[in-house]
């Protein structure tokens, strides 16, 4: 628009609404900027915990299942670890399409116990998330789980039939 001086006029509406874009993009970069820099604190912490754990003990890609020793003993029964009864595999970008996985990171569950207190899996889940930490390979599986005890929760994201769901155990 232009006025009788051949300026151009912005209406206040349009000038509101421009102020308010620019506020909400801005909120939401530093919004971003925090989220972001939380997950790399977490993820940087979890690595060094996995380090701690003797990390390079497996490779990326290997098998592994954990507390599977003596199910049924009453030692076992009264334990304070949880019996886990889980094997799995790592996703990465090599065999994302191999596994399906809509996703190039996590632990594909390849076969899971009947006796294991993760017993709302099944094999070919797709494990992505364990409490909010981004799901990197098994190692880091195990190394969230290692410190888990009967009684504490435990929160799960997988993908299952391309669908993504939120699990919680309470082992």
Known sequence: MANKHGKSVISPSLMLGLIVFLLCFIMGLIFWDWHHEKEVTRNIELHRAMGRLGRNQFSKDQFFLY???????????YSNTPYWGIKGRTINLQNQFQFRSPIP?????SQISDKSVLNALQPGDIIARVDGYLLKDVPMFWALLKDKVRGSQLNMSIFRGGQQYELHFDP
């Open 67 to 77: 507390n599977d020793q003596q199910s049924n003993s009453t030692q076992a029964q």
């Open 105 to 109: 990171f996590g632990m594909i569950v």
